[in-house]
């Protein structure tokens, strides 16, 4: 489901040529959970943004299925990330004037079908036990609760693949738990998952872990 092919991505810092992630070739399978490891600096979170589209690498390809994800245009990418990718970014992303509701419905509001995302947003709310919370504001959720609702968030249109880079940051164990719980249960449902962290206690609930240092697999 998900495939890259010796990507690269170079950055200049300190007028030198900075390899940030270093001909990386994974295979993700379609429902399997991987969990990428490695501590903060190895490349997680550029190979992360590479395989979403939000940046070009320098070389190198991902195919997301059968397509070439890297071969399209930015817009192309664009439409192609909203229908098959969700991606839950490591900083909080919620917008603090709108509602949890709105939150989730964010990527929908340009949609013909808002009114069905919305049903399917309270359902998503109601799964992670926060639909009492539907009216509330970003301000009054704790840490936990927050990155509960970015996951619904990014499965608001039944991707093909989860993408979330360092899930459980900032949060106590047992929020951490919860948010891993929650991911493994996606995956059970057939989704395909790809997962960073630095927190090696939460790879049990991976299928397959891969290991980054200095921008390469081991």
Avoid: W
């Amino acid at each position: 489901m998900v495939r890259v092919e010796n990507l690269t991505k170079n950055f200049l810092r300190n007028q030198r040529d900075f390899d940030a992630v270093n001909d990386v070739s994974l295979q993700v399978k379609e429902g399997e959970f991987a969990a990428v490891t490695g501590h903060s600096g190895s490349g997680k979170t550029t190979l992360f943004n590479m395989v979403a589209g939000l940046i070009r690498p320098t070389s190198g390809k991902v195919f997301i299925g059968d397509a070439e994800f890297t071969a399209m245009t930015e817009a192309q990418q664009a439409v192609f990330r909203n229908e098959n990718i969700g991606y839950v970014v490591q900083s909080q992303s919620l917008l603090n004037n709108f509602t949890i509701l709105d939150n989730i419905c964010m990527p929908a509001y340009l949609s013909r079908s808002v009114t069905e995302f919305k049903e399917r947003a309270v359902q998503l709310l109601t799964e992670i036990g926060l639909a009492e919370l539907a009216g509330e504001y970003p301000r009054n959720l704790s840490g936990g609760e927050i990155r509960r609702v970015s996951i619904a968030r990014a499965m608001l249109n039944r991707p093909q693949v989860l993408l979330a880079d360092e899930p459980t940051s900032n949060l106590d164990s047992d929020n951490a738990r919860k948010v891993m719980s929650m991911i493994r249960d996606i995956s059970n449902s057939g989704t395909t998952v790809l997962l960073s962290t630095h927190e090696m206690e939460y790879l049990d609930y991976a299928d397959t872990v891969i290991k980054i240092k200095n921008g390469r697999i081991e």
